[in-house]
């Protein structure tokens, strides 16, 4: 598995937030790694994937007793990357939608911090 400078820089490139320094130093990574490649190939699937989810709107209610059922969460700590932040609110969405059989699911906000969508 990829450390987890690698994976920002990774997470980073999917985005499309990564400058002239990063490019070089995650080109020079993927070159070197093919684990840290499969993952990035991986990782570029997953977000085609969840791009591909049509957004519908909920049933009636379904987001608000979601979010009533769920403990408050702490404010997040300012040294975690925005896209973690997203990504994080998205896997909790996904996991409380999918407790309820027959639900639709709804991705929450977008994936990019930069470009204000998700990649292609």
Same mark, same amino acid.
């Given at each position: 598995?990829?450390?987890?400078?690698? +994976? @920002?820089?990774?997470?980073?490139?999917? !985005? /499309? !937030?990564? !400058?002239?320094?990063?490019?070089?130093?995650?080109?020079? =990574?993927? +070159?070197?790694?093919?684990?840290? &490649?499969?993952?990035? !190939?991986?990782? &570029? &699937? +997953?977000?085609?994937?969840?791009?591909?989810?049509?957004? #519908?709107?909920?049933?009636? %209610? +379904?987001?608000?007793?979601?979010?009533?059922?769920?403990?408050?969460?702490?404010?997040?700590?300012? %040294?975690?990357?925005?896209?973690?932040? /997203?990504?994080? *609110?998205? @896997?909790?969405? #996904?996991?409380?939608?999918?407790?309820?059989? /027959?639900?639709?699911?709804?991705? *929450? /906000?977008?994936?990019? =911090?930069? =470009?204000?969508?998700?990649?292609?």
């Amino acid at each position: 598995m990829a450390n987890p400078g690698q +994976l @920002v820089l990774i997470n980073a490139e999917i !985005d /499309g !937030d990564l !400058d002239a320094a990063q490019r070089a130093e995650l080109a020079r =990574t993927l +070159l070197a790694d093919p684990k840290a &490649r499969e993952l990035r !190939d991986d990782l &570029r &699937r +997953l977000c085609q994937t969840l791009d591909a989810v049509p957004l #519908v709107d909920p049933p009636p %209610g +379904l987001q608000e007793s979601i979010l009533a059922a769920m403990p408050q969460m702490a404010p997040m700590s300012a %040294g975690i990357p925005k896209r973690w932040t /997203g990504m994080m *609110a998205l @896997v909790r969405d #996904v996991i409380a939608a999918s407790s309820f059989a /027959g639900s639709s699911v709804r991705r *929450a /906000g977008s994936i990019s =911090t930069k =470009t204000g969508r998700a990649p292609t």
